[in-house]
Every structure is written in structure tokens, then in C-alpha cells.
């Protein structure tokens, strides 16, 4: 954890109020403002220029949505501890969040006191997720992206070993990926998954 002295925050927001909110939650407390965006590529952009020991990340950016900025993040080797932050609970957003790599989640109608305890808390290497979310459905996990195109393309007419071809990998992978697309449909077949990923926009 760093020095008690400073910690560095790094501010993704694009409601100019809501970041006026969090430098007055951060008054009086070891925590400062690194650095302000407004948009998740400004995000991305300024993450490499500023020296900063937390990312306080909007859920509801105006290019993306905060869990998939992390996710990005993530796969660009950023290790930085993630808080997602939402005007009010969402259902499923703590699951979507830690599938993301995040490790926190808070409401912004919350406490001051408890935004400063929940970045705390994660820079000591805690996860804590708001109990204001309701827990997502059983069947309603969200598909990796390669779980969403090994379905996509058998959805498309594609047999396996076909899917396999066009994706670089093995039958076997693709029997893999579609084994957990189904569950986290809820589906007990092909069929089945297909019609409730036409359902959801997903294929």
C-alpha cells in the first residue's frame, strides 16, 4: 500500500459534479486527484502519463462502459486497483465488475467516508463490491469474447471443426467454449443457446 502521505487517484468521469464530488470526498483525507477523464480513451491515454496507485472508474463512460475499459486495461498489462462507481444499483454489475478485473464497486450517493474506506481497502489487496447490487441471475453470466464467437459461428451454420478453422484453435477448444457459453445461457443444448443468444443481441 502506498505511504499514508499520498494516494495517488486517477479520476474517470465525465459528470464534471461527480468529480467535484470525489475531490471533496478526498479533502482532508491522504488521497489527491492524479489526474482527470472524461472518456474512457482519454482513460487510456492518460494512464501511461500519470504516476497514480488507484483507477476510480465510471460504470456509464460516453464511449464505453467502465467494466470494459478495465477488461482493456487489463489485457494492456495495467494492474492498477479498479473502483467502478454508479449513479445506483445495477443488477449483476459486482459480477460484471470482477470478471472485468475490478476490485471494487461503490454507489456515488454513498457516504464520503465510505468512497475513502473502499480505496483503501483495495490498496490493501481487498476486494469489496457494494451489497447495494442485486445479484445477477443464474444463466445471465456475461460470454468471453471467444465464447461469443465460437457461438456466433455455429449460430451462423458453422460445424465445429469449421468454427475451429476460422478461429485458430482446436475442435476441442471450440467444444470447451460452447460447454460454457451454455451455461452461463442456461441453455442445455446448441439450440437452446442459440435462440437465448438471438434473445439478448449477442449473435
Given at each position: ?75 494492456q498489462g495495467v494492474v492498477l486497483p479498479a473502483v467502478l462507481m454508479t449513479a445506483s444499483a445495477e443488477q449483476g ?111
Amino acid at each position: 500500500m502506498p505511504s499514508a502521505e499520498e494516494i495517488a487517484v486517477l479520476v474517470i468521469e465525465d459528470d464534471s459534479i461527480v468529480r467535484s464530488w470525489v475531490r471533496l470526498c478526498f479533502r482532508d483525507s491522504e488521497m489527491r486527484v492524479a489526474g482527470e477523464a472524461r472518456s474512457a480513451k482519454e482513460a487510456e491515454e492518460l494512464v501511461v502519463r500519470r504516476r497514480c496507485d488507484v483507477l476510480l472508474v465510471d460504470q456509464h463512460l460516453p464511449d464505453r462502459l467502465g467494466t470494459e475499459l478495465v477488461r482493456s486495461l487489463r489485457k494492456q498489462g495495467v494492474v492498477l486497483p479498479a473502483v467502478l462507481m454508479t449513479a445506483s444499483a445495477e443488477q449483476g454489475l459486482n459480477e460484471t465488475a470482477r470478471e472485468a478485473g475490478a476490485q471494487a464497486s461503490v454507489v456515488k450517493s454513498s457516504d464520503p467516508v465510505r468512497l475513502i474506506e473502499v480505496i483503501r481497502e483495495v490498496l490493501s489487496g481487498n476486494g469489496i463490491f457494494d451489497v447495494a447490487h442485486p445479484r445477477r441471475p443464474d444463466g445471465q453470466a456475461t460470454l468471453a469474447p471467444r465464447e461469443q464467437q465460437a457461438l456466433a459461428l455455429v449460430a451462423a451454420g458453422k460445424t465445429n471443426r469449421e468454427a475451429a478453422a476460422q478461429l485458430g484453435i482446436s475442435d476441442e477448444t471450440v467444444k470447451t467454449l460452447l460447454e460454457r457459453a451454455y451455461v452461463k445461457l442456461g441453455a442445455h443444448r446448441r439450440a437452446e443457446a442459440v435462440l437465448e443468444a438471438r434473445r439478448r443481441g449477442l449473435v
